[in-house]
């Protein structure tokens, strides 16, 4: 079935004969200035733009002989890297930044230079008394003692419910892990 074939009477193609091969799907030229259309053709179910054959005989999608540009991008010029420009360009931008690295390297070490000597046996007992009130204690006892290592997070709320449930979480997750990784 042929929706479109204006040609057949010019003998230009379509129909049983002309150039197309007898396939009935050839170019339809719709004047005789010899301008292509943008029509589609169906022919056995195949659909095919009559602009193609141009595109394939001439690699001119339009039908006329004017040259087309290229698809293809122009090629571009490496840069030179032998260019006196581009490396004292480069050469200014390093040594800028290595300056600025180690005007701020002196001025670190001048500032460590003038600090005061800290007393570190004073700085221990602070940091050792803060980390033994940072521990977790047992307040329903008499002087309020950690609890023990060994406490059962899982069971026993040391610091309220959240402990609990993130430890409850943490097991979950693990076991489903532990299920896809056996199961793949």
Same mark, same amino acid.
């Given at each position: 079935?042929?929706?479109?074939?204006?040609?057949?009477?010019?003998?230009? @193609?379509?129909?049983? #004969?002309?150039?197309?091969?007898?396939?009935?799907?050839?170019?339809?030229?719709?004047?005789?200035?010899?301008?292509?259309?943008?029509?589609?053709?169906?022919?056995?179910?195949?659909?095919?733009?009559?602009?193609?054959l141009?595109?394939?005989?001439?690699?001119?999608?339009?039908?006329?002989?004017?040259?087309?540009?290229?698809?293809?991008?122009?090629?571009?010029?490496?840069?030179?890297?032998?260019?006196?420009?581009?490396?004292?360009?480069?050469?200014?931008?390093?040594?800028?930044?290595?300056?600025?690295?180690?005007?701020?390297?002196?001025?670190?070490?001048?500032?460590?230079?003038?600090?005061?000597?800290?007393?570190?046996?004073?700085?221990?007992?602070? #940091?050792?008394?803060?980390?033994?009130?940072?521990?977790?204690?047992?307040?329903?006892?008499?002087?309020?003692?950690?609890?023990?290592?060994?406490?059962?997070?899982?069971?026993?709320?040391?610091c309220?419910?959240?402990?609990?449930?993130?430890?409850?979480?943490?097991?979950?997750? @693990?076991?489903?892990?532990?299920?896809?990784w056996?199961?793949?």
């Amino acid at each position: 079935m042929q929706t479109e074939n204006k040609s057949s009477a010019n003998g230009n @193609g379509g129909g049983n #004969g002309g150039n197309s091969g007898g396939n009935g799907a050839g170019p339809a030229k719709t004047s005789s200035a010899g301008e292509s259309s943008n029509k589609l053709l169906l022919n056995g179910g195949v659909i095919a733009a009559e602009g193609a054959l141009d595109l394939a005989q001439t690699g001119n999608m339009m039908g006329d002989d004017k040259p087309q540009q290229s698809l293809v991008p122009p090629k571009v010029k490496p840069i030179d890297m032998s260019n006196s420009q581009v490396a004292t360009k480069t050469f200014r931008i390093y040594a800028v930044v290595g300056t600025i690295m180690v005007v701020a390297f002196l001025v670190w070490l001048r500032i460590l230079w003038k600090s005061p000597n800290p007393d570190f046996d004073g700085l221990l007992k602070i #940091g050792l008394r803060h980390r033994s009130r940072c521990y977790a204690r047992d307040q329903s006892q008499a002087r309020a003692p950690p609890y023990p290592y060994l406490t059962n997070v899982h069971s026993e709320m040391i610091c309220g419910v959240g402990v609990c449930l993130y430890y409850n979480s943490l097991i979950f997750i @693990g076991s489903v892990g532990f299920l896809f990784w056996v199961t793949t």
